[in-house]
């Protein structure tokens, strides 16, 4: 079965850098999107960025454009985000999830199946 692993959170003050990892299993991981949304207590689930198939697109909510990066490992079946500069409202549960296979959406209802997730929070 399709399972999504994330790994890497933790606390870090505003302005750190952290990675955040998802290893995949279960399915042919090089066919689809992959993505990471973030959730914050009391907000709705919100697209991040996303990976088309090999990579060679992304896509990234303003939010973080500039200072987050994806990247993905077809060879390894993982997927990164790399984060900089981090503000307090970078602030969220992590989630890595497996979608379409041809469009990185920003809905999460494109998204078939998440991982539990990897809480991130920065102090200021």
């Known amino acids: 079965q399709v399972q999504l692993v994330e790994s890497g959170g933790g606390l870090v003050q505003a302005g750190d850098s952290l990675r955040l990892s998802c290893a995949a299993s279960?399915?042919?991981?090089?066919?689809?999107?992959v993505a990471w949304f973030r959730q914050a207590p009391g907000k709705e689930r919100e697209f991040v960025a996303g990976?088309?198939?090999?990579?060679?697109?992304?896509s990234y909510a303003d939010s973080v454009k500039g200072r987050f990066t994806i990247s993905r490992d077809n060879a390894k079946n993982t997927v990164s985000l790399q984060m900089n500069s981090l503000k307090p409202e970078d602030t969220a549960v992590y989630y890595c999830?497996?979608?379409?296979?041809?469009?990185?959406?920003?809905?999460?209802?494109?998204?078939?199946?998440w991982g539990r997730g990897t809480q991130v929070t920065v102090s200021s």
């Open positions: 999830a497996k979608g379409p296979s041809l469009r990185i959406g920003n809905d999460a209802r494109e998204y078939d199946s």
């Open positions: 279960g399915y042919a991981f090089s066919n689809y999107v």
């Open positions: 990976s088309s198939r090999a990579g060679l697109r992304t």
